[in-house]
């Protein structure tokens, strides 16, 4: 006789086997990941049974690659793919829970149109084809009125590399958007430094346990990036050191060796801090910063640009034209300003000079 798990359609067969095949699940226990893999999991696997692959869009950036179990055409649980590399072989409860969220009584599968007072909470479902001759419309009239630039295309996590940056530029819209919070990257900081790029740290959290020390710029990925966090307690049992800056006490915060809480607001004078400190306690690497930066560019004063020269050329792989910057810095030894490529040079760092 079958047993009923108190709380779920699950029976005891079932649970153990979607225990049993949730037990390589990364991060997350087995016994969470097992009821919420699939109330459909006590159905025996019979001839309608397929597998399909692929992986969580990214929520989170992890990017998970999944195995779903489809049983008479409805998906019935999802496992981490196998992998014989066990670092990608990860899944959190997020991405096990699909299968709830795919067929959950409150999941809107059609477009809704309001046709009651805004607020009023009163919608009717409409076609598609209705939805898509709506927003065309709505666009167009937009457009016709103000401008095409009048037109601001909001994209985040889930779309922000993909369709809407395309669409803008068909449409000759704007377009613009910011990670949501529910990614696991810093945010405020690296867009007060550097552009998209700075979301992103060059070095991969594999390579972790080989630092000293790693600063966590407002990245909860204890929360947010879940299976990223096998990354930090490793690190952390090799001995590597977390800071973990963030006004709020995150989770992650709570892991880490140390708990910057700034006042929100106040990161880019934390950064500026950081540099003057460094710079004045010549802490700083000379060899790398001479071959690997732009900090021995000269600087024209009254401009506050790179002293440069700009040639016209021609790109030999789009035969576009284009612009060849040659920038200079000063030459100690040759007491001159020379193009930053010549070799040989010792070209200085700090100075006021007149060329
Ligand atoms: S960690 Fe979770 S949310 Fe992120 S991609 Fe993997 S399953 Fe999805």
Sequence with gaps: MEQRLEGTTLSRRGFLRAAGALGVAGFAGASLTAVAASQDAQADPGENETHGFTYHNEHCLCNCMLDCTVRDGRLAMVQPRENEDKRFQNVCLKGISEVQNIYGESRIQRPMKRVGERGSGEFEAISWDEAFKTIAEEFKKCQDTYGKDALWIQFSTE??????????????????????????????QSMAFTPWIGLFAQNTMWEWPEAKVVILANTNLVETSLVWSRGMLNAQEAGTKFICLDPRFSPTASKADQWVGLRAGTDPAFFLGMTNYILENDLYDREHILAHTALPFLIEADTGHSLADVAEATNPETGEPMEVKT??????SAGKAVAAETEGIVAALEGTFTI
């Design 327 to 332: 920038f200079y810095v000063w030459d100690e």
């Design 159 to 188: 779309a922000s590399q993909r369709f809407p940056p395309l669409l803008a530029s068909v449409l000759g819209a704007q377009a613009g958007g910011m990670n949501g919070y529910d990614l696991g990257q810093g945010n405020g």
